[in-house]
């Protein structure tokens, strides 16, 4: 069976500071992971995604993750949070053709 | 990346109504398209899955005749809630992926209240 979880319900950070929120994940197989952001009451918006190439990547608005095999992990980090980063995030795996799974997400507060 | 629309973005109903959300996919032919449903500060869950030419899966506990899915073309989807009541209030989302392919595409969600 496959799972996402993700460690923390909610992560506050100041303005100018790192933004780490954390994503580990159970799968038999060699899943795709995902990013999502949204904020409230819109859709998902993509943030970035691993398909078994580069292990560092690099999404949108700054945001990175690292796919870590031996640790199945998949942790979104920031290095500098902006205001506009407040925000619901989802971590999801799935495979080819499947639906996604989603983590239960993180909101992310920004304080200036 | 692929667009795709949703439609109405916000419902109001009274209960013991039914209510359709379509979701059109405006670039793409989707083979595949999957319904979930967003409870207030939750996460996704999965309703169903849908396949051209094919009926829905639907998965545990979500009623088929309750929530009727209809993947008419391969650029529409519909999503009836039938007999709405005051618990089927939540945020609906759909989402639309290429055969054999992982990403997915995600509609603006449509936000239904049942009074």
Known sequence: AQSVTQLDSHVSVSEGTPVLLRCNYSSSYSPSLFWYVQHPNKGLQLLLKYTSAATLVKGINGFEAEFKKSETSFHLTKPSAHMSDAAEYFCALNQAGTALIFGKGTTLSVSS | GA???????????????????ECRSLDFQATTMFWYRQFPKKSLMLMATSNEGSKATYEQ???????????????????????????????????LSRSGTYEQYFGPGT???VT
Do not use: M
Not at chain 2, 3 to 21: E, F, L, N
Not at chain 2, 69 to 85: C, D, K, P
């Open chain 2, 3 to 21: 667009v795709v629309s949703q439609h109405p973005s916000r419902v109001i109903c009274k209960s013991g109504t039914s209510v359709k959300i």
């Open chain 2, 111 to 113: 936000r239904l209240t």
């Open chain 2, 61 to 95: 506990g979500v009623e088929k005749d309750k929530f009727l899915i209809n993947h008419a073309s391969l650029t529409l989807s519909t999503l009836t809630v039938t007999s709405a009541h005051p618990e089927d209030s939540s945020f609906y989302i759909c989402s």
